[in-house]
């Protein structure tokens, strides 16, 4: 009897055809309205703390999308820099409001009108630019190949030094620029960051002894 | 012995698979499902009984170093049911909410923190060859730990934030101020062992240092054995442990950023810290301490290897399983020791021995490093012994796609040679395998290939 169960249940199993679950699109869904749900909550918040807290979860479900991607460079990146780099944002949010908790900020209807301008321009012009991308546009999505070589950083990392195998096979001449690597580029970007960043210390650094030196002498 | 063992599981195996109600398609939506869970259960289970066992030995470690005997009532011998029966304890307490408090962040808070250190083991390798014992193997998998482990400080600055007490908002800030700080030299640290591995994917970096205690990369080089040391300073600063515990420290702030918290959710976030004393040690064990491969490689010297089949294979990944977790568990021992040894810091210190100790020393070690590479490339244990061939074999492979070069080319090289090792018929052994893989998404090895 108990094998006649196990039989049923695992035929009702395989009658359910699995394969019409796409997991891809399942969590393509999932990440997806959360990044949406909780940038809505970021603008829809009054509370400085609790924006920073709804911004630092919907980059983190928009790091979810590009591991679903199978960008696990980029997903990681964009855990390190951007939901990392919130938690600044976080710290002002909590110092400024520290001395009067829970301060809510209030909108005036004219700033709602900037800001709407604003943001609905750009909102346009993002859909603009996606909408003209080709590739995007086709009717059906293939599936990928079986043998697909797994998405690494490699090519990032050689790109950087220089190699960039993607490029090898372009036809146009023009196209195949940038084989010299953005590794002196990169180089530059951060010094440029390193100065910045010792600027930054120093002028905290000063401000602080112009504060104390009266009240010692 | 190891071809018996061989035979055996291909008898079990086969076995098995004959009932015909335990078949599922390739691609069923249950298996999937299934081995998610079980994989997700299996993590949860460590950090959680990780945890009681942590705590019970922080105990027991304390009052041995204090010259007293720690718990020892109840659950019999040793006092180890000690924990339980506390964490039955603040099950029962009342669950407190300050008046003022941010009700929502308040609640989340815990959670937040617990995630953020859960999520740091779904990538962490617990055995390596040719079906690694590991959530999620990534090919960045270092990177992603090092962000995850940074997400931790999110919970705590929350707590602090919203529980409306200057105590927690003081403990909040300090530590946000500490973990930002300590990133930059625990990365820099990272980065060593990463560089002489060539590569981010951490079942590759452990599996480079195969075979004795003589290639692990704390005995690579002098450059080397110094970052391990100023990267487990700054790991212990990272998860907020004493000597740099001043988040919490109970002379000046009370408890810090939880005093406001009782029961259940203050357990998360001892969960939560015990789970990151874990994580930390074992990315300290793998990327300096060999990983899996034992001081004396036992298993593979008694043959229990991959390159004897996949029975041989899986126990002997069961027995590094053990090797990784006895490394860990050691470590996270040297760290109570350290914290029930040494007085807390004062806050200026602890940002003085970040940023004009370990930053610079760090930096250095890892300019070090790099020019022995380049000296001395393809030599362990301070340059004395040359690698060995597996070492050699492995540093060929592309560093970063190893994982599946490895599996796309030698799985059917170990399935020629080991005479019916998987005599399962094709349909089934898309599943097997990724069953087998310990990866949650068995489809992609089975495309790998």
């Known amino acids: 009897m108990t094998k006649d169960y196990c039989a049923g249940m695992t035929m009702g199993l395989n009658s359910w055809r699995p394969a019409d679950v796409n997991w891809g699109s399942f969590f393509f869904l999932i990440f997806a309205s959360l990044a949406g749900g909780f940038a809505v909550a970021v603008v829809l918040s009054s509370n400085i703390v609790r924006m920073a807290f709804y911004l630092v979860l919907s980059l983190a479900a928009t790091s979810g999308l590009f591991f679903l991607a199978g960008a696990d460079f980029v997903g990681a990146m964009q855990l390190m820099i951007y939901v990392g780099g919130t938690l600044v944002l976080l710290i002002f949010g909590v110092m400024l409001t520290s001395s009067s908790p829970f301060v809510t900020m209030r909108t005036h209807s004219g700033e709602l009108v900037t800001a709407l301008l604003l943001g609905g321009t750009l909102l346009a012009l993002l859909c603009y630019t996606a909408l003209g991308v080709p590739q995007w546009q086709s009717p059906a999505i293939a599936d990928a190949p079986a043998d697909l070589p797994p998405v690494t950083a490699t090519l990032i990392g050689s790109a950087l030094e220089g190699y960039r195998f993607d490029a090898l096979d372009e036809p146009n001449e023009t196209l195949r620029a940038g084989m010299s690597g953005y590794l002196f580029p990169f180089l530059i970007v951060s010094v440029h960051l390193l100065v910045v960043l010792v600027g930054a210390a120093y002028l905290a650094r000063a401000k602080r002894r112009r504060d104390t030196s009266p009240a010692t002498s | ?449």
Not at chain 2, 90 to 108: H, Q, T, V, Y
Not at chain 2, 313 to 318: D, R, S, T, V, Y
């Open chain 2, 1 to 449: 012995m190891a071809s018996l063992l061989n035979q055996l599981w291909n008898g079990l195996f086969v076995w098995l698979l004959g009932f015909e109600s335990l078949k599922l398609a390739d691609d069923h939506a249950f298996g999937f499902v299934v081995a998610a869970l079980i994989q997700v259960g299996l993590l949860i289970n460590l950090v959680a009984v990780g945890a009681l066992v942590f705590i019970w030995m922080e105990r027991k470690i304390a009052g041995r170093i204090q010259d007293r005997l720690g718990p020892t009532r109840v659950g019999g011998k040793f006092g180890w049911l000690q924990t339980l029966a506390d964490g039955v304890k603040l099950l029962g307490k009342e669950d407190l909410m300050p008046a003022g408090a941010d009700k929502f962040l308040f609640r989340i808070a815990p959670y937040v923190s617990f995630c953020a250190s859960l999520t740091a083991f779904f990538v962490i390798p617990f055995a390596g060859g040719l079906v690694p014992f590991v959530g999620q193997q990534m090919n960045v998998a270092v990177f992603f730990v090092l962000a995850i482990m940074g997400l931790e400080v999110f919970g705590v600055i929350l707590a602090g934030y919203a529980s409306a007490s200057k105590w927690s908002l003081f403990g909040a800030m300090r530590e946000a101020a500490q973990v930002v700080s300590y990133e930059v030299p625990m990365g820099l640290c990272v980065v060593v062992p990463v560089m002489v591995a060539g590569s981010m994917d951490m079942v590759h970096i452990a599996d480079r240092q195969q075979g004795w205690f003589t290639s692990w990369y704390l005995l690579h080089d002098p450059f080397t054995f110094i970052t391990f040391w100023v990267y487990f300073t700054c790991a212990i600063a990272s998860v907020n442990r004493a000597p740099f515990d001043l988040a919490e420290a109970e002379s000046e702030l009370v408890a810090g950023f939880h005093t406001e918290y009782s029961g259940l959710r203050w357990s998360f976030f001892f969960m939560a810290e015990y789970g990151s004393m874990l994580a930390v040690s074992l990315l300290a064990a793998i990327l300096f301490l060999g990983g899996w491969h034992g001081p004396i490689p036992v298993a593979s010297l008694i043959g229990l290897s991959w390159e004897n089949g996949v029975a041989t294979g899986l126990i002997g990944n069961a027995i590094g399983t053990v090797v990784l977790l006895v490394k860990a568990f050691l470590l996270v021992t040297v760290m109570m020791w350290v914290r029930w040894t040494l007085p807390r810091l004062r806050i200026d210190q602890v940002m003085t021995t970040c940023l004009k100790y370990c930053v610079p020393i760090a930096a250095t070690m890892f300019l070090g490093a790099a020019l022995f590479q380049l000296w001395l490339p393809g030599r362990v244990f301070f340059g004395l012994l040359p690698a060995s061939e597996a070492i050699r074999t492995l540093a060929e492979t592309q560093p970063s796609d190893s994982s599946f070069s490895q599996s796309t080319q030698s799985f059917p090289r170990s399935r020629e040679s080991s005479d019916g090792v998987f005599p399962l018929d094709s349909r089934l052994r898309g599943n097997d395998e990724g069953l087998l893989c310990g990866n949650d998404d068995g489809s992609q090895l089975v495309e790998a290939r």
